[in-house]
T-cell receptor
Framework: DVKVTQSSRYLVKRTGEKVFLECVQDMDHENMFWYRQDPGLGLRLIYFSYDVKMKEKGDIPEGYSVSREKKERFSLILESASTNQTSMYLC??????????????FGDGTRLSIL | AQSVTQPDIHITVSEGASLELRCNYSYGATPYLFWYVQSPGQGLQLLLKYFSGDTLVQGIKGFEAEFKRSQSSFNLRKPSVHWSDAAEYFCAVGDPTGTASKLTFGTGTRLQVTL
């Protein structure tokens, strides 16, 4: 079974801090994704990566950056956290080939609160 | 760009009753369609998927979904709901273009089951 592990289930940070959310998958998947989930808005794609050191912006990249130095690890970075970034963050991965057929495998999420 | 609409934000059914969750999509070609379930505090789990062929697809936990091209719909059904089915359900459409298996999610339907 695919295992996608997010390093923290709950995280509380202060406004202006630099925040790192970590995600690791154990199935050698090429593609990895970061979403944020807010009530009534569903899941919105922040960034995704289709290979090591490769990244593309999703629908809401503002205020975020990502890092993928190793295939199994995909980090989401909040450069200067703000209260409107309080949310549930979900990481997912899929294998190649691409083309929309691969279901995504999700971690359990990190609930981030910015005070 | 593709989009997904889940018109019901919240549905309540009695245990043992039948269930239908609605999903409408907008996409120019044959879509790849998915249903996911999210239990409280958890990530998303794949229930079923449709790529082509038989328009009635079976999934896990006794769920099924029917693809209707003429109605641009992919509704999720279950003949008899169990209390453990209480969760949030997300419909998603896959993007067959691009470099990764991107999904576009609906805003979700929260299912409450009364005993």
């Amino acid at each position: 079974d695919v295992k996608v592990t997010q390093s923290s289930r709950y995280l509380v940070k202060r406004t202006g801090e630099k925040v790192f959310l970590e995600c690791v998958q154990d199935m050698d998947h090429e593609n990895m994704f970061w979403y944020r989930q807010d009530p009534g808005l569903g899941l919105r794609l922040i960034y995704f990566s289709y290979d090591v050191k490769m990244k593309e912006k999703g629908d809401i990249p503002e205020g975020y950056s990502v890092s993928r130095e190793k295939k199994e690890r995909f980090s989401l970075i909040l450069e200067s956290a703000s209260t409107n970034q309080t949310s549930m963050y979900l990481c997912a991965s899929t294998p190649s080939p691409a083309g929309g057929k691969q279901p995504q495998h999700f971690g359990d999420g990190t609930r981030l609160s910015i005070l | 760009a593709q989009s997904v609409t889940q018109p019901d934000i919240h549905i309540t059914v009695s245990e043992g009753a039948s269930l239908e969750l609605r999903c409408n999509y907008s996409y120019g070609a044959t879509p790849y369609l998915f249903w996911y379930v999210q239990s409280p505090g958890q990530g998303l789990q794949l229930l079923l998927k449709y790529f082509s062929g038989d328009t009635l697809v079976q999934g896990i936990k006794g769920f099924e979904a029917e693809f209707k091209r003429s109605q641009s719909s992919f509704n999720l059904r279950k003949p008899s709901v169990h209390w453990s089915d209480a969760a949030e359900y997300f419909c998603a459409v896959g993007d067959p273009t691009g470099t990764a298996s991107k999904l576009t999610f609906g805003t979700g339907t929260r299912l409450q089951v009364t005993l």
